[in-house]
Each structure stands twice: as structure tokens, then as C-alpha cells.
């Protein structure tokens, strides 16, 4: 009932920025918590950052405080991913994910996905 698409990942060096959207369709679960994750080769899955869609609280994991930040525009049903002062161990596939609940940090936590938006950072 719901679709996540993800875009704006892309190449860039170390120390520049990128801003990943997550286009959100469907209804079930548009107003509950919205979260973007991550996975580099050979890792798993890692929490990036996460909000209610309501808004209010954001959580981050401590790899990207400061640096990273999670929004949302409510008129264009649509989450964003604002990342800064990008490191090259930020190089990994971007997910949009949503959950009807509050926001989680563990991929288990969320049945909605979007395919992925990959990032590289060159060094």
C-alpha cells in the first residue's frame, strides 16, 4: 500500500554535499515514521536517520550528527536526505523505508522500501 522512490544519489568528492529525496505514495502509512538507511559493501543494512512524517524529534545515527539531516515536505508527500561534509565511508546504496509506528533504528522495523539510490564519495 505503500511506494518508496528514492533519487539523488550520484558521485561527488569528499567533503561535498547531496540531497536524496524519497518520493512517497500510497496511504497506509504516510503519516507515521519515515527513515533512511544504508548499506556498503560487505556490511549490512545500518540506520542513517529517521523522523515521525508528523515531524518533531529526529534521530541520527552517530556517524552522521552534524553532518546529515532528515526533512520532509508535506505537500509534495515527499522525505529528503540533506547530506554535508560527505566522507568516503558514506559511500554506500541509500534506502528510504517507512513503518507505521515511531521511528526505528533496525531494518527489521520497517516492511516499506524503496529499490535504493546509490552515493559513492571519491576520496
Request: contains cysteine; charged residues 15%; positive net charge.
Amino acid at each position: 500500500q505503500v511506494q518508496l522512490v528514492e533519487s539523488g544519489g550520484g558521485v561527488v568528492q569528499a567533503g561535498g554535499s547531496l540531497r536524496l529525496s524519497c518520493a512517497v505514495s500510497g496511504r497506509t502509512f504516510i503519516n507515521a515514521a519515515m527513515a533512511w538507511f544504508r548499506q556498503a559493501p560487505g556490511k549490512g543494512r545500518e540506520f542513517v536517520a529517521g523522523l515521525p512524517w508528523s515531524g518533531g524529534r529526529t534521530y541520527y545515527s552517530d556517524s552522521v550528527k552534524g553532518r546529515f539531516t532528515i526533512s520532509r515536505d508535506n505537500a509534495k508527500i515527499t522525505v529528503y536526505l540533506q547530506m554535508n561534509s560527505l566522507k568516503p565511508e558514506d559511500t554506500a546504496v541509500y534506502y528510504c523505508a517507512a513503518r507505521s509506528v515511531a521511528v526505528g533504528t533496525l531494518p527489521h522495523d520497517y516492511p516499506y522500501w524503496g529499490q535504493g539510490t546509490q552515493v559513492t564519495v571519491s576520496s
